[in-house]
């Protein structure tokens, strides 16, 4: 069974930092991609950040050049990086896996909740 789990979140002013963490074991196939997605209030879910075994990464726009998204395959553990961090950026983040071997699909296809194993979600709060 697959677990994830992230942790990183907190309250951060305007342009602040954070970096989460995320944990996942249990996958069931050997190819795969991880990715961030974040649930900002009233918005749809929104892929924002993928990483494939091969280190390729995809971005959405509204992130890219601020977030950085990496893996340490060593320790099982991805990380989102979050710089320059706006109060739009307020929302709850998860971390999963999908059954994908790019990057690129890994973020097209995160934005349904259907795909792929999902944690629990960090909260992350930025203020004005």
């Known amino acids: 069974q697959v677990q994830v789990m992230e942790s990183g979140g907190g309250s951060v002013q305007t342009g602040g930092s954070l970096r989460l963490s995320c944990t996942a074991s249990?996958?069931?196939?050997?190819?795969?991609?991880m990715g961030w997605v974040r649930q900002v209030l009233g918005k749809e879910r929104e892929g924002i950040a993928a990483?494939?075994?091969?280190?390729?990464?995809s971005y959405a726009e509204s992130v890219k050049g601020r977030f950085i998204i990496s893996q340490d395959n060593a320790k099982n553990t991805l990380y989102l990086q979050m710089n320059s961090l706006k109060p739009e950026d307020t929302g709850v983040y998860y971390c999963?896996?999908?059954?994908?071997?790019?990057?690129?699909?890994?973020?097209?296809?995160?934005?349904?909740?259907?795909?792929?194993?999902w944690g629990q979600g960090t909260q992350v709060n930025v203020s004005s």
């Open positions: 999963g896996v999908g059954y994908v071997p790019y990057a690129a699909s890994m973020l097209r296809r995160a934005e349904s909740p259907d795909f792929g194993h």
């Open positions: 249990g996958f069931k196939y050997s190819t795969y991609s």
């Open positions: 990483i494939d075994q091969l280190d390729a990464t």
